[in-house]
């Protein structure tokens, strides 16, 4: 059983619900009746109505029992409207309302109020445009500052072990974090590593140097986001600067690193100091290393919300809503914190 296969496993039969904002693209509605037909999820596609007509014209499959909603003439939307509004100091009911209509706006509202489990959307826009309306509606954890991206990676052989599953973060959305922004992206993957993985995580922070074998700004950047991590989360087994290999292959870490590591040799969270080493090494891993990148989902919010590529394929978005989901059903609090107005 491939890993998706068994986070399939997880969810299937628990009814929960997923928002597709983009139910303007037949690959939306695709992805959508695999879902209901596969019993992996309650979809709910947003869109107006000649477009949704026009993508299941288009994709040559119909919506029959699965809701739709037109966001314009939703009877949620100004109760939504008004959340917003609350939520977001300074703008005015009218102004809020002018912006949930939005579909990704309107899409996390339902997140934000309970009345839907997860979002997942991005094949029509771009990434930015997600997390600005995950920000303003969803919002963040609590202790978490920045967002971030990872990819799940799935590498078929590694040191003989089978299908090997690590974190790696960030891949992409912060270009070049600072140290805060850098121990933001470690404790998220932490937590993402928990629910992905069901494994205790184990934060490698990565750099080309391992314990000041190596000196420069980014070497000084990646130690003091290790202090900032280790302060704000003291329990979490998070140890570096390690290079990659120090992190993951236990022979080297045995020679590189001196003294006692609960990361060193057996990381399964690799946390890269920037975007291009990040996005360089997940694409050389899935491809020199035959391993399976799902993602990049995003982390550090509140509530459950992913981004797709806009070369997202049908499956590649049923996989995407499944490992969102599997997160959801891991800790169930996907439901409201603050009841929304009723309407």
């Known amino acids: 059983m491939d890993i998706v296969s068994s986070f399939k496993e997880k969810i299937i039969g628990r009814n929960l619900s997923v928002v597709l904002p983009e139910g303007r693209d037949e690959r939306v509605i695709q992805a959508a009746l695999r879902l209901r037909n596969e019993d ?22 119909g919506l029959d029992g699965i ?3 037109n966001p314009k003439e939703s009877d949620r939307l100004d109760a939504y409207a008004e959340r917003y509004s609350r939520q977001r100091e300074g703008i005015e009911v009218t102004i809020a309302r002018r912006i949930v209509v939005k579909p990704l706006f309107y899409a996390g509202m339902m997140v934000a109020c309970g009345d839907a489990d997860a ?4 094949v029509a826009g771009a990434t930015a445009t997600v997390i600005q309306a995950g920000v303003l509606t969803i919002g963040l954890t609590p202790t978490i500052e920045a967002p971030s991206g990872f990819f799940l990676m799935v590498v ?6 089978k299908d090997k599953p690590f974190i790696y973060a960030d ?7 600072t140290a805060e ?3 933001d992206i470690a404790l998220a993957s932490a937590e993402s590593a928990r629910r992905i993985l069901g494994q205790e995580a184990r ?42 290999d120090s992190a993951i292959v236990p022979r080297v870490a045995a020679k590189k690193v001196k003294g006692e590591s609960a990361v060193a040799g057996k990381a399964n969270v690799l946390v890269f100091p920037d975007l291009d080493s990040g996005n360089i090494a997940y694409k050389l891993t899935q491809y020199m290393a035959g391993a ?14 992913t981004d797709l590529s806009r070369g997202a394929t049908v499956d590649d978005i049923v996989s995407a809503v499944v490992l969102t989901l599997a997160q959801v059903e891991t800790r169930h609090e996907a439901r409201r914190t603050e009841p929304c107005p009723t309407g």
Request: proline residues 7%.
């Open 40 to 61: 992996l999820a309650q979809p709910i596609v947003l869109g107006k109505d000649e477009q949704l007509e026009a993508a299941i014209e288009k994709a040559g499959v």
């Open 171 to 177: 891949c992409a959305i912060n270009i070049d974090p």
């Open 203 to 244: 934060v490698a922070m990565l750099s080309f140097s391992t314990k000041a074998s190596a000196s420069g700004p980014s070497v000084e950047k990646v130690r003091q986001a290790l202090e900032m991590a280790r302060a704000r989360e003291p329990n979490l087994a998070i140890d570096g600067e390690f290079q990659a």
């Open 292 to 305: 399976q990148a799902i993602g990049p989902l995003l982390q550090g919010f509140a509530r459950p919300i």
């Open 67 to 69: 809701q739709t909603i």
């Open 156 to 161: 078929p052989d590694f040191l003989g072990e």
């Open 119 to 122: 979002v997942v959307g991005g």
């Open 181 to 183: 922004q850098l121990a």
